[in-house]
């Protein structure tokens, strides 16, 4: 999917008939948020949208300051301080020491950085675009991503909507 067609989708949603032109799968996930979830997923689109419309130009280095101005001032301060190498080496040896379980939850507690999240929307590397969505109550609302392959990394689609406000992603399948 193209850079406009994702920003299509993710303004209006998927038109009559597309369903039999896309490329890849449909992967729903299932997003519980504390309240306002029509909030949390309109933090969601107001992201990408700034990802995909710069990814129509020349995509920025992805520790370029420039990411700071663009993308919100929340999603900006709810990211983490961009680490050094030592920093990283240091994160990566606490996780390695950590059972497999306690691995998983540091993952996904821990915060992500700028330069981190950027890195896996970089359009030419990115196995996931946003294809639909809908809210079903307060508190849930319902994300369509289309793959191109299986399984797929969508980790960085986790942060966007922790980040966004939300508390749990489930895979539905």
């Known amino acids: 999917m193209n850079p406009s067609e994702e920003l ?34 309109n933090r969601c689109r107001k992201v990408l949208q700034i990802v995909l419309r710069q990814s129509k130009k020349n995509w ?3 520790d370029d300051e420039e990411w700071r101005t663009l993308l919100p001032e929340w999603f900006v301060a709810y990211c983490a301080p961009e680490r050094t190498q030592e920093e990283d080496d240091q994160l990566l040896e606490r996780w390695q020491k950590l059972s497999p379980e306690a691995q998983m939850l540091f993952t996904e507690e821990q915060k992500w950085t700028i330069s981190e999240f950027i890195s896996w929307l970089e359009p030419k590397e990115r196995p ?33 909507v922790r980040a966004s406000g939300a508390t ?3 895979k539905i399948l």
Request: proline residues 5%; charged residues 25%; contains cysteine.
């Open 128 to 160: 996931w675009f946003w294809w639909d969505a809908f809210v079903e109550s307060d508190n849930v609302f319902h994300l369509a991503v289309e793959v191109v392959d299986f399984p797929f990394p969508w980790d960085a689609l986790c942060w966007l």
């Open 60 to 62: 920025l280095s992805y």
């Open 168 to 170: 749990t992603i489930q």
């Open 8 to 41: 299509r989708h993710l303004s209006k949603g998927v038109e009559p008939g597309e369903e039999e032109k896309r490329k890849g799968f449909i992967v729903w996930f299932r997003i519980q948020c504390p309240r306002d979830a029509n909030n949390v997923l």
